[in-house]
């Protein structure tokens, strides 16, 4: 269990106290443990499982907000996944309950007092109340609310279920891991959609082979992380793990184990368009192998290469399978030669203390060295984001003045570049002007306000903005925000013809919780001749690691070295983001 699981239950704790009308002091005290255990660098599943009880519940102290009591809460958290204070007060509601406080706009306040109204405990139930228009009858609740409310709901049923690539991928290397310190032959591959790298997730496929699989079943059920299982077959087990994530493993003969991983890795379509190949060929294809239709002789099947060779085709890496041409290509030999994370030389989108970052310029430059990057850019918010303290021109020049000395501090050749993340105002224009921009080295602009506009104004404001000569990168581009907020509407395909014409480059944000641009967007940029940054939008020196996820985004858009800007040492990037 991760801190920010532990985190998620704690907060949970506290919503659901408020729900229940509990006093306030409780309320906040887990909700005050909940923050700062959620950005507490130990692993408090580490130090809850110390030997020493008493030195850990000393380190445990130490977290802002965690007394004795606290101390207490946090073992039995990671312990069984709940505790005793949850439990109690989930006692008063249906459980179904917990789906609300994940629907963006409510909040436990609000479902507090749709709960005393109408002792609604659903996001049914509260549906059909706010289609009824009996949400707006309630205290500072209204009708527009109410339909922000329907539309977080749809995007809550479409998402549902689905994990954040992060947190997939955080979980299925640990069980990898757990799995393979089974016995030293054993050989296990994260397949399904999490290896093709989808941007979401809906379980977990595991494949394992070398080892008796009767006996990896009795150690797979071993897991701590375990809360239930679901099914178990001679060579298939089903479990559920963390906070209910499902998992299927299966066991495999080594002579299978290419063709399972073919099969298992999916996508579905690709599964089918190869197969129809494959019989068209003579061949049939399942998870047990490539066989010859004439005498059922085995063809293939211990490695994917020998699978698709067979099938007259180039490999064709994970991300790709999504029969969206890469069979073609495969067999044209012509599938692009796909970015990787090593690439990457620069990250030109992250935070400060200066704004809403958690570190300092030194501290984001030295973290980023210590990862092998060459060169970053400090882009901290512009002022119309006065909640996150955004800056004003002569914040930026004075930002400015500050970065060039802090680049003196860094070893030979590491380059800082100034730069902003520039909020698009309503009306199309930065939040900068003119003197500040001309000084910045990355001129990044972005949307955080008015996403509501109608389509036709969100395109005219974003058309409005690629005309402006300080204009570099587009930052998050669509604004969506995965399993909570849905794209701004507007017609990308405008936008798109108008960031190519004035020689603006597109933002692939590597934030898990954006992945914006996504994989099919990126694609077309390239198709366009429109190059990609790959970003963190680092708040935090650890953010920095998310890099990956973007270059994932990247390989599903069939993206090569060339076509993202930041794989460029920094004296060409900087040259290449300015050429117009
Ligand atoms: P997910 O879990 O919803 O993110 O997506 P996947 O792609 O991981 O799907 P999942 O877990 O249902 O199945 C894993 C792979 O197994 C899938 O990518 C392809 C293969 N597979 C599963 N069911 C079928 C099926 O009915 N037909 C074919 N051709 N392949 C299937
Ligand atoms: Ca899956
Ligand atoms: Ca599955
Ligand atoms: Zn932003």
Redo the contacts with the bound molecule.
Sequence with gaps: MENKDIARILSQTGDLLEIAGEDGFRIRSYRNAAQSVETWTERIADVVAEPDKKTADKKLIEIPGVGKSMTGHLREIVARGSLVPRDEVLKKFPPTILDLLQIRDLGAKRIALIWSAYHAGSVDEVEKLAQEGKIRELPRMGEKLEQNLLKAIAIWRNSAG?YRIDV?DNAASKLRDYLKSADKHVRVTI??????G?E??????LLVTGGDPGKMIEHLLKYPEIVGEVARGENKCSIRIGLNM?V?VRFLKPDEYGSAMQ??????????AL?QRALRMGYTLS?YGLFRLKDESRAAGKTEEEIYQTLGLDMIPPEL?ENSGEIDAAEEHRLPKLIEPGDLRGDVHMHTTATDGRASILEMAQAAQARGLEYIAITDHSKAQAMNSGLDEKAIVAQIAEIREIEKQMPEGFRIFAGCEVDILKDGALDLDDDALAQLDVVIGSIHSHMNLEPEEQTDRLLRVCENRYLRILGHPTGRQLTRRDPYPFDFGRVLAAVAKRGIHMEINASPERLDLRDVQARMCKEKGVKLVINTDAHHPTHLENARFGVTVARRAWLEKKDVLNTLPASKFLHALHRK
């Design positions: 689905r997939a397949a399904g959609s999490l290896r093709r989808k979401t997730i809906g379980d977990l496929d499902h299927d099969y298992f890795t999916g996508s579905k379509e690709h599964g089918v197969r998870e399978r």
